[in-house]
C-alpha cells in the first residue's frame, strides 16, 4: 500500500513546512487546469495529493495517520512513486495498490 508520505514525497519525519512545500509543488504541477483533455483522470490525482495533505497538515493528524497505518501493520517505508502529468494516467493508479479499479475498454467495445 502506498501511504501519503509517499504520495506527497515526503520522509515520515518531515516537518509541517516540508510538507505544506511538498503539497504546493504537487499541486501545481498536477492542477486540473492544466489537463484538459484529460481534466477526470487529472481532477483525481489533485484530490489524491489533497487527501494526502489534509492528512499530514499538522502534526497531530500526522500522528493519528502513523497510528493507524501502524495499526493496520502497514510498514512506513518509503516508496517513490510517480504522479504521471500527461499521457500516461494509469500508471499512478495501478501503484495504488487496488484503491482505484480501472476499466479497460477495448476498441471493439468503443
Do not use: C, W
Not at 71 to 86: E, M
Amino acid at each position: 500500500m502506498t501511504s501519503y508520505f509517499d504520495i506527497l514525497n515526503v520522509e515520515v519525519r518531515a516537518t509541517d513546512q516540508e510538507i505544506s512545500r511538498a503539497y504546493r509543488m504537487m499541486a501545481k504541477k498536477l492542477h486540473p487546469d492544466l489537463f484538459p483533455r484529460e481534466r477526470r483522470m487529472a481532477e483525481l490525482r489533485f484530490r489524491l495529493v489533497t487527501e494526502a495533505y489534509n492528512a499530514l497538515k499538522t502534526a497531530d493528524r500526522r500522528q493519528a495517520y502513523i497510528a493507524l497505518l501502524r495499526k493496520k501493520r502497514i510498514p512506513l517505508k518509503k516508496q517513490r512513486i510517480h504522479l504521471p502529468a500527461g499521457n500516461d494516467n494509469t500508471n499512478i493508479f495501478t501503484k495504488m495498490s487496488g484503491i482505484f479499479r480501472l476499466k479497460t475498454v477495448s476498441n471493439s467495445q468503443r
